[in-house]
């Protein structure tokens, strides 16, 4: 049976810095064809001519969807499985799905839609990634300009108007498997360790939090995570029950790709290993200590012609053979992290 494509879904308010972060994604998404769903709406049908506009192989302008009929979680049943359906029936698949929610829309329904019949079999939800204004949320605020948010709101009847957008807020924060902290250019470095503190205490174990400017994220980090979130709903759960739900698009500034320099990745070689089992374990206490956000390659095992591939997302590690190893027989391990691992550290106790 052939491998389901990966899907990732993008959430967070209206400015938190959505299309910025899957426009940066497209420009490095080295060779990997995305397919895009954007959930426009109103007059803010912006965002598809931003990214159409971005004028690569790796998406063409056939692979930008829109859904502009309201609030995607919402229409769920008559706009999102029949757009899926056209985009998994094609014959030129993508290797990755990104759907970019209205900034409004709970991440949890849109999960749950890919347990449909038709869809289950042939897609998975790679991970629910929520992205936000970090000087807002240090601010209490969540959004930048709340006016434009509850503006955006007034326009879908089919949204629930009273809810706080605290709750909503909390709601994106439980159905997250990474939240972005963005715009960290906007606040002191005491305030941005604090404020991503206060939200890994309020998200499920396991979530990673990372901080960035101007949607800067190694396409590494941000696609790739393998979770699988619609097998795991319960722990999930919508803290709020809004019978509807709300809506968005972004954002400003596309001038600045700086911000490179917020994440660093180096390689760790050793010589093959004796355990498969060990080693796997030894990676996962290495990533427990160091703070490490994705780490991976391939190791060779006495007595084993094969190669061992090992890939590590935060604490959880798969191991697997995945065919013969060519080459010196030696393992090669790529560490991607925040700036400030420390390398000398990590290499050591990887050797």
Sequence with gaps: MPAKIPATVVTGFLGAGKTTLIRHMLQNAKGKRIALIINEFGDLGVDGDILKGCGNETCREEDVVELSNGCICCTVADDFIPTMEKLLAREDKPDH???????????????????????????TVDGVVTVVDGRAVQDGQFAHDVAAVDA??????????ETPLSELFEDQIACADMIVVNKTDLLEAPEAD????????????GVQVVKTAMGVLPVDV????????????????????????????????????????????????????????????????????????????????????????????????????????????????VVIGETGLDAEAITRALQ
């Design 194 to 205: 604090d404020l991503t503190e206060r939200l890994k205490s309020t998200c499920r174990p």
């Design 97 to 123: 799905i990104v759907i970019e929610t209205s900034g409004l829309a709970l991440p949890q329904p849109l999960v749950r839609a890919f347990n449909w019949p038709g869809i289950s079999t042939k897609v």
């Design 222 to 333: 941000l696609l790739g995570q393998g979770i699988g979130a619609e097998n795991n709903l319960q722990s999930r759960h919508e803290v709020h029950h809004h019978h509807h739900h709300e809506d968005d698009h972004d954002d400003h500034n596309h001038e600045h790709d700086h911000g490179h320099d917020e994440f660093q990745s180096f390689v760790v070689t050793r010589p093959e290993i004796s355990d498969a089992k060990a080693f796997a374990d030894q990676v996962a206490d290495v990533i427990r200590s160091h703070n490490i956000l994705r780490l991976k390659g391939f190791a060779a095992v006495s007595g084993k012609p094969m190669r061992l591939t090992l890939q590590a997302v935060g604490p959880r590690v798969d191991t697997y053979f995945d065919g013969p190893l060519t080459g010196p027989r030696e393992t090669r391990l």
């Design 152 to 161: 955006q709101r007034a326009q879908d009847e089919n949204l629930d108007h």
